[in-house]
Every structure is written in C-alpha cells, then in structure tokens.
C-alpha cells in the first residue's frame, strides 16, 4: 500500500505562482506512473498532468506552457510548478498513483492523496 501526502497548496494571486509536492511512500508504487488532478466546487475531477517513472509527461491543454509536472524518485516526491495561475484554477488539487499507465492519464487510479487547496484571488 503507498501512502500519498500533497502539500504547498494555498493563497495566490492572479499571475502568481504556486509549487504543489506529493511525498509518496510504504511500498515499490513510489516509483509508479503518478498524476495531479483537481476537483473545483460543482464540478467533476479532472487530470492536470501525468508523468511515467521515466519521467515522461503529458498535461491537459488548460494548463500547457504554465504548469510543469517533475518527479524525483531519489527523493520519491513528485512537484507540480504552477505559473500564470489564473481564477480557473482555483480547486483542491490531488496526487495519485497507479502501476497501470492508462489509468493515471485516463482519471482512474486506485491510489488517491488528501489533497491540498489552491485558491486564486485577487
């Protein structure tokens, strides 16, 4: 079983950025392919971005060319640099993990964190 924990989620203005990190651990699936997703108040959650243990990427098209997803597996922590943030991020975003690839980049993997609170303000 892995245990998931996000943190650097907080209060941030419009333009302003944000690092969010997902310290993974308790089994092998800290090196597993991992995702960001987040859920905003009425609607469904969403992928963000993922990245394979190899340290390929892919991102949804909201977020491309602003946010950056990396991983250090030495350190079994993942980081989601987000810049130009903008009223439309504003959600709780969320880490996870699968050893199945398909189901990190299509929304469902079995291994969920507790999530950290983004809010953009101006």
């Known amino acids: 079983q892995v245990q998931l924990v996000e943190s650097g989620g907080g209060l941030v203005q419009p333009g302003g950025s944000l690092r969010l990190s997902c310290a993974a651990s308790?089994?092998?699936?800290?090196?597993?392919?991992m995702g960001w997703y987040r859920q905003a108040p009425g609607k469904e959650r969403e992928l963000v971005a993922a990245?394979?243990?190899?340290?390929?990427?892919q991102y949804a098209e909201f977020v491309k060319g602003r946010f950056t997803i990396s991983r250090d597996n030495a350190k079994n922590t993942m980081y989601l640099q987000m810049n130009s943030l903008k009223f439309e991020d504003t959600a709780v975003y969320y880490c996870?993990?699968?050893?199945?690839?398909?189901?990190?980049?299509?929304?469902?993997?079995?291994?969920w964190g507790q999530g950290t609170q983004v809010t953009v303000s101006s």
């Open positions: 990245i394979t243990s190899g340290a390929g990427t």
């Open positions: 996870a993990t699968d050893p199945l690839p398909w189901r990190v980049v299509t929304g469902t993997p079995r291994n």
């Open positions: 308790g089994s092998v699936f800290s090196i597993s392919p």
